[in-house]
């Protein structure tokens, strides 16, 4: 449809809702305003591809926009709501005038009774054009008036760590849309913990978005969402909806979700003691020993059943063996692995630290192999007040075994 149809029948634009649920009341904590173009009373036409059609003048997405916001909020006064509003926003237009404009408009609903800490300002960075301190100032300036902040499309994009922690805002909304709902991408894993990471140093919170199925759901669930959206939940309507509507349907899934979580930490305690037995067994019948290589291909040997990589490191992280792995033909060593480091990796020390504290084994989590180009766990156990023995174990293993996947 042509743009300037669009702005000539604005009465056909309405304000559709979606809601966005709170991780731990259960209940709809908010909503995301959206405007769809309506046809006719069947036949409606989403907005997103107007809104960022930059060829399209700035006065008519602007005009729309206006014309959305006023009436999701004339809307949200008029019921007596008391739920969060998410407001979409094109930051280029918003920045011209420092966002002035903007909030003139919203204090004109202020005056109606709505407060600015129901406001929540969604503002896809990626897009910005211009001076990055300028979109801090609006941030800081929206900020300091009780508006929230969100970054929209986080996760989907290539958005910069360091250029979240410098904007500091309250929302980060991660993007499953990309996702498949049976397959969540390994290198997503590593980009979501960095994010979490951060969210979590900054004081943000994470909104998962494009939630449109049950796995994406406990996916996002597992991986720190305090707040979830998507059309699993909730497709987006021209009205708000009961605040509980669907907490008796989470309440099961979380149920699932913590009865599923459950069984896995007990199956890797499981294997941990077990690991722990067998480990302990060979190295009583090695008794002194002296000779790393020796050792190392005797516990690959005990454990071929289980792994598929062994080596032998010191508390700084350098490679004191060679590696054991389990080919074809059985096990090779490779001597060349000796003096790498490997303290570069994450949780490599704080688990050195734990082993020595607690005296015994620890299992890693999941994570992608650089070599193997699966996913693997790896048993790390403490030999002597200087050296740990790592054992590589394979997602063959890990498939065939309930819960450790």
């Known amino acids: 449809m042509d743009a300037l149809d669009i702005v000539m029948q604005k009465e056909k634009v309405v304000a ?62 008029e019921e007596g709501r008391d739920e969060v509003l998410f407001l979409n926003v094109d930051v280029n237009l918003l920045v011209q005038d420092g966002g002035e404009s903007f909030v003139e408009r919203l204090k004109e609903f202020q005056e109606k009774g709505l407060t600015f800490d129901k406001i929540v300002l ?54 499953l849309a990309f996702t498949e709902e049976n397959s969540i991408p390994s290198m997503f894993r590593d980009v979501l913990h960095s994010l979490s990471m951060l969210s979590r140093k900054i004081g943000a919170s994470l909104l998962f978005e494009e939630v449109n199925g049950f796995n994406q759901l406990n996916y996002a669930w597992r991986n720190g969402a305090r707040y979830f959206q998507g059309d699993y939940l909730r497709k987006p309507r021209n ?22 979580e459950r069984k896995k930490m007990e199956a890797q305690i499981e294997l941990m003691t077990s690991m722990n037995k067998r480990l302990g067994a060979i190295l009583k019948k090695e008794g002194q020993w002296s000779d790393v290589d020796a050792l190392t291909m005797n516990i690959a040997n005990a454990l071929e059943d289980i792994s598929f990589r062994v080596y032998i490191c010191d508390h700084e992280g350098y490679q004191k063996s060679g590696n054991a792995l389990k080919e074809i033909e059985g096990w090779t060593y490779h001597p060349e692995g000796r003096n790498r480091n490997w303290s570069w990796r994450p949780y490599f020390l704080e688990n050195i630290v734990r082993m020595n504290f607690e005296k015994r084994g620890i299992l890693s989590d999941l994570y992608s192999d650089i070599h193997q180009n699966e996913m693997i766990r790896t048993y790390s156990h403490p030999l002597t007040d200087d050296l740990y023995v790592f054992i590589d174990i394979p997602y063959e293993y890990l498939f065939e075994k309930d819960h450790l996947i």
């Open 122 to 175: 969604e503002l896809k960075e990626h897009h910005f054009i211009g001076d990055q301190s300028q979109l801090k100032h609006f941030v800081q300036y929206a900020q300091s008036l009780g508006i929230k902040v969100a970054l929209d499309d986080v996760g989907k994009n290539t958005t910069n760590l360091d250029q979240i922690a410098y904007l500091m805002p309250n929302i980060i909304k991660v993007d």
């Open 239 to 260: 009205e708000f909806s009961d605040k509980q509507m669907l907490t008796e349907v989470l309440r099961k899934d979380f149920h699932h979700f913590i009865t599923l």
């Open 16 to 77: 559709h809702f979606q809601p966005i649920v709170s991780a731990d009341t259960l209940e709809i904590t908010g909503y995301e305003v959206m405007g769809r173009f309506h046809e006719n009373d069947t036949e409606s036409m989403s907005l997103r591809a107007f809104f960022q059609d930059h060829s399209i003048p700035d006065e008519y997405r602007q005009e729309v926009e206006d014309h959305i916001h006023d009436q999701a909020l004339n809307a949200y006064l």
